[in-house]
């Protein structure tokens, strides 16, 4: 980068908003992500999580919604409205799934199977995503299937442990995050850089529990984005990009900490007996990778999560990849 040039927050509200106000997505946005422990090349803990989600055109959202999101405080009446529809599943497995009885104290297996709402009012200096998540935990979830039939695909080991699973169990969350852009850097030749600390929050019987972290994100005509999408629990990412041109791309770093209090795949479940893990109630993660968007239409993530240790006498710790591909149609 030559002659770099910082500016500061007079500088979000004068350029940033120019440079997003011709390339506002007048189309929805597909956002299709995979993560997995194979990334790093492990096989337990959290091991897969799959997400679609719909995300509505900017402003394009019914007249009882905008009413309501105008009567919620942390809503700010001018940020452009987005509405998101989402649906995923998620898979946690112990240590070693080829023993039929893991250990007492080990991760248990557990699946989820989901469906959520969200609404989000962005400006150009912040947003605010508010989600709710129903679904259901246990044999229903039908993770135990899906990773029997992709083991059995592929030529990898069987689980033989999913008698253990969580029993079924209907799950509801609500959650909400807030981002903020306080620090914008342009350089010469379509660089720049930019730094959004979050705060966050869920409540319910999958996820209770407060976060809070940065993103720093460095590249060249960098997408209007609010980094990489992630499933939850994670660091939040934004399914909408505004590009800046045909080609442009960014890598980031990320820092993510959490006071948690309940997770339904660690604690077991709420009503009734279940294998647990004794959980550690204040966790934290470190993310880093690339976004790279194509032609004003596609744009790709990869992102290596690397968590710390999530309940007492976890084997080391574990680290796994997300790839997300989003598109405007």
């Given at each position: 980068m030559t002659r770099p040039c910082t500016?500061?927050?007079?500088?979000?509200?004068?350029?940033?908003?120019?440079?997003?106000?011709?390339?506002?997505?007048?189309?929805g946005t597909l956002t299709l992500e995979y993560e997995n422990d194979l990334f790093?090349?492990?096989?337990?803990?959290?091991?897969?999580?799959?997400?679609?989600?719909?995300?509505?055109p900017d402003d394009r959202v019914p007249g009882w919604v905008r009413a309501g999101a105008e009567l919620m405080p942390f809503f700010s009446p001018r940020g452009e409205l987005k509405l998101s529809y989402s649906a995923g599943q998620n898979m946690y497995t112990p240590e070693d799934i080829e023993d039929p009885d893991p250990p007492s104290g080990d991760r248990p297996y557990a699946g989820w199977?989901?469906?959520?709402?969200?609404l989000a009012s962005e400006t150009p200096r912040r947003v605010?995503?508010?989600?709710?998540n129903v679904g259901v935990v246990g044999p229903a979830s039908l993770a135990d299937k899906t990773q029997k039939e992709i083991h059995r695909f592929t030529g990898s080991p069987q689980p033989q442990g999913w008698d253990t699973q969580l029993e079924n169990e209907p799950t509801v969350m609500l959650s909400y995050e807030r981002q903020w852009r306080p620090w914008v850097g342009f350089g010469a030749d379509g660089w720049q850089a930019d730094v959004t600390p979050h705060v966050g929050g869920a409540a319910g019987n999958v996820f209770t529990q407060i976060n809070a972290g940065a993103t720093l994100r460095v590249g060249r005509n960098l997408p209007l984005d609010w980094g990489p999408p992630r499933i939850q629990p994670s660091l939040p990412g934004s399914n909408v990009f505004r590009p800046q041109a045909d080609?442009?791309?960014y890598l980031f770093a990320g820092v993510d900490g959490r006071a948690v209090a309940r997770d339904i795949f660690l604690d077991g479940n709420t009503f009734g007996d279940s294998r647990s893990a004794d959980k550690r109630p204040f966790v934290g993660e470190v993310q880093v990778g690339g976004a790279m968007n194509i032609s004003r239409r596609w744009r790709i993530t990869y992102t290596h999560v690397f968590p710390t240790r999530e309940f007492r006498g976890q084997e080391g710790t574990q680290d796994f990849g997300a790839i997300a591909v989003s598109g405007h149609f």
């Open positions: 500016r500061s927050v007079t500088a979000i509200l004068l350029a940033w908003p120019l440079m997003a106000s011709g390339d506002l997505p007048e189309r790093a090349g492990e096989d337990r803990y959290y091991t897969s999580g799959v997400r679609a989600t719909w995300l509505s199977l989901y469906f959520g709402v969200g605010d995503r508010l989600h709710l080609v442009g791309w």
